[in-house]
């Protein structure tokens, strides 16, 4: 008899430490939850913002984004784009590096290589510029993009012709 009260101790012991477990899961699964959907809404925020061309608004949205979400390749995308909106070029060209890091597959997206290749020629590095520039004609689905990356080319070549004049 005592033998099978012992057993029912320990099962009802089993039975509280199992539905402790489970709530103290729950609670942690919740808080994971409303964290990943702040980091939505607020990456959300920052599309729209960026849409209305309020690229500085847009960042700061961008910088309440955990470490985790602020890395991935989409959060630096926008980074980049909002960097160069603002004229901060240095900045867009670091965060256009990290994308490709993350997301190889964009040297052969005519955007992003068009973007970088803007970018890196608005700081003067004429040589990556037009690697960059001239690699978007290799993929020419838009036509807008096609048109720009010709047209920054051809002004790559007219300075690089007068700095050799001038030299």
């Known amino acids: 008899m005592n033998l099978k009260v012992n057993r029912n101790y320990i099962f009802i012991c089993i039975i509280v430490i199992a539905g402790l477990l489970l709530a103290i899961s729950y609670t942690a699964a919740t808080e994971q939850n409303r964290g990943y959907r702040q980091n939505y809404n607020n990456f959300a925020q920052a599309i729209q913002l960026m849409n209305q061309q309020k690229y500085a608004e847009a960042q700061e949205i961008l910088n309440l984004l955990d470490q985790d979400s602020r890395q991935t390749y989409q959060a630096l995308y926008v980074q980049a784009i909002c960097s160069a909106k603002t004229g901060d070029y240095a900045s867009a060209a670091a965060f256009m590096q990290q994308v ?25 590095d004429y040589d990556r510029a037009r690697l960059y520039l001239s690699e978007s004609l290799k993929y020419p689905n838009n036509t807008l993009l096609t048109k720009s990356a010709q047209n920054s080319l051809t002004e790559i070549e007219k300075l690089q012709r007068e700095r050799s004049k001038n030299k």
């Open 100 to 124: 490709r890091e993350a997301h190889p597959a964009f040297l052969m997206d005519q955007q992003y290589l068009e973007q970088y290749g803007e970018i890196l020629y608005r700081l003067g």
